[in-house]
Antibody, heavy 119, light 103 residues
Framework: EVQLVESGGGLVQTGGSLRLSCAAS????????MSWVRQAPGKGLEWVAN????????YYVDSVEGRFTISRDNAKNSLYLQMNSLRAEDTAVYYC????????????WGQGTLVTVSS | EVVLTQSPATLSLSPGERATLSCRAS??????LAWYQQKPGQAPRLLIY???NRATGIPARFSGSGSGTDFTLTISSLEPEDFAVYYC?????FGQGTRLEIK
């Protein structure tokens, strides 16, 4: 059974940093692109970043480029999102997802972890 | 950047009725469109990919159609558990969602 479990969310001050983790199981982790998608309270979904199975390629939404870094450790079946210089508008539930096919479709999602950025 | 516009914003129907949700793209997408269902407090669930292919375990009452710029998600006969928010997605772009509520 495919499982994705996020952790690392919490309350952080504006300008601070946080590192999210996503533990994967039930599939060959290194064979899949992985992504982070976020959802601000009461709002819709926003794609944040993705990373190739071997970590050789990464992509980001413009609003986080230069502040967030997506990475993975295939030996640990884990995905990460390092978030620096956090802003109030980064407040959201962050979901990790397994990407299927070639068009950024997430066929499995974690339960999400809440990041709250406050001054 | 592709803009996806979903309509209606809210759809009020009764169990047993047919639901038709629309997603219009600002430029042609070929058939690369996905649909997700999200219930309160839960992660999104993939329903349809490549416009018309049901994901694993998705009931046959869910179907997708369309190509180019106009896409439709149809639920043939609503079950109580189908009332939720539905999002379309093309690559890194999501629509704003359609809320399907009980009438």
């Amino acid at each position: 059974e495919v499982q994705l479990v996020e952790s690392g969310g919490g309350l952080v001050q504006t300008g601070g940093s946080l590192r999210l983790s996503c533990a994967a199981s039930g599939f060959t982790f290194s064979s899949y692109w992985m992504s982070w998608v976020r959802q601000a309270p009461g709002k819709g979904l926003e794609w944040v970043a993705n990373i190739a199975g071997d970590g050789s390629a990464t992509y980001y939404v413009d609003s986080v480029e230069g502040r967030f870094t997506i990475s993975r450790d295939n030996a640990k079946n884990s995905l990460y999102l390092q978030m620096n210089s956090l802003r109030a508008e980064d407040t959201a539930v962050y979901y990790c997802g397994r990407v299927t096919g070639g068009h950024d479709v997430n066929d499995y999602w974690g339960q999400g972890t809440l990041v709250t950025v406050s001054s | 950047e592709v803009v996806l516009t979903q309509s209606p914003a809210t759809l009020s129907l009764s169990p047993g009725e047919r639901a038709t949700l629309s997603c219009r793209a600002s430029q042609s997408l070929s058939s690369f469109l996905a649909w997700y269902q999200q219930k309160p407090g839960q992660a999104p669930r993939l329903l349809i990919y490549d416009a018309s292919n049901r994901a694993t375990g998705i009931p046959a009452r869910f179907s997708g159609s369309g190509s180019g710029t106009d896409f439709t998600l149809t639920i043939s006969s609503l079950e109580p558990e189908d009332f939720a928010v539905y999002y379309c997605q093309q690559r890194r772009n999501f629509g704003q969602g359609t809320r399907l509520e009980i009438k």
